[in-house]
Nanobody, 115 residues
Framework: QVQPVESGGGLVQAGGSLRLSCAASGSIFIINAMGWYRQAPGKQRELVATITSGGSTAYADSVKGRFTISRDKAKNTVYLQMNSLKAEDTAVYYC?????????WGQGTQVTVSS
C-alpha cells in the first residue's frame, strides 16, 4: 500500500501563488504515477495534473500555463506549484498515487482563493 499525505493548502488572494506537497510512504517502489485532483463544493472531483514515473506530465486545460507538477524522487514527494490563482481554483485538493493497479488517496488540503 501507499499513503499519500498532502500539505501546503491555505488562503490566498486572487493572482497569488501556493505550492502543495504530497509525500508518499509505504510501497513507493511500485508507484506508476501520481497526480493532483480537486473537488469544489457541489462539484465532482476533477483531475488537475499528473506525473508518471518516467516524468511525463499532463494538465487539465483550466490550469495549463498556471500550474506545474513536479517531483523529488529522493524525497518521494510530488509538488503542485499554483500561480495566478483564481477564485474558481478554490477546492479541496487531493493527492493520488497509482500503484500496483490500485489508486491511493490522501486526505486532502483546502485551497481558498479570495477575489
Amino acid at each position: 500500500q501507499v499513503q499519500p499525505v498532502e500539505s501546503g493548502g491555505g488562503l490566498v488572494q486572487a493572482g497569488g501563488s501556493l505550492r502543495l506537497s504530497c509525500a508518499a510512504s509505504g510501497s513507493i517502489f511500485i508507484i506508476n504515477a501520481m497526480g493532483w485532483y480537486r473537488q469544489a463544493p457541489g462539484k465532482q472531483r476533477e483531475l488537475v495534473a499528473t506525473i508518471t514515473s518516467g516524468g511525463s506530465t499532463a494538465y487539465a486545460d483550466s490550469v495549463k500555463g498556471r500550474f506545474t507538477i513536479s517531483r523529488d524522487k529522493a524525497k518521494n514527494t510530488v509538488y503542485l506549484q499554483m500561480n495566478s490563482l483564481k477564485a474558481e481554483d478554490t477546492a479541496v485538493y487531493y493527492c493520488n498515487a497509482l500503484a500496483g493497479g490500485s489508486y491511493y488517496w490522501g486526505q486532502g488540503t483546502q485551497v481558498t482563493v479570495s477575489s
